[in-house]
Nanobody, 119 residues
Framework: QVQLVESGGGLVQPGGSLRLSCEAS????????VSWYRQAPGKQRELVAS??????TYVDSVKGRFIISKHNGENTVFLQMNSLKPEDTAVYYC??????????????WGQGTQVTVSA
């Protein structure tokens, strides 16, 4: 019914940049919120950034370095990650709160994309 597909992960050196994309497709009536989470090995999944009604919020550790934005007119959200640090290494997941035609409001997760920051 609805799919979230992430892309843009990879290997980057410390101080580098990556841009992640999360594209939602399917029987979408509306999108309430989109968030990026990450999970490093041996750690719990943590919320990194969210965009709700166009307003972004960030966890303190990425403020000033990451930017979450929504493509106007498209069901795509980006996470621009700058000044990357080794501690940003994790699998990044897209999460969306979506109103699905007929079925109503549901939460969806993407499959995850690996981000590795290493020299």
């Amino acid at each position: 019914q609805v799919q979230l597909v992430e892309s843009g992960g990879g290997l980057v050196q410390p101080g580098g940049s990556l841009r992640l994309s999360c594209e939602a497709s399917g029987r979408i009536f509306g999108i309430f919120a989109v968030s990026w989470y990450r999970q490093a090995p041996g750690k719990q999944r943590e919320l990194v950034a969210s965009i709700i009604a166009g307003s972004p919020t960030y966890v303190d550790s990425v403020k000033g370095r990451f930017i979450i934005s929504k493509h106007n007119g498209e069901n795509t959200v980006f996470l621009q990650m700058n000044s990357l640090k080794p501690e940003d290494t994790a699998v990044y997941y897209c999460n969306a709160d979506i109103s699905v035609l007929v079925d109503g409001r549901q939460i969806f997760w993407g499959q995850g994309t690996q981000v590795t920051v290493s020299a």
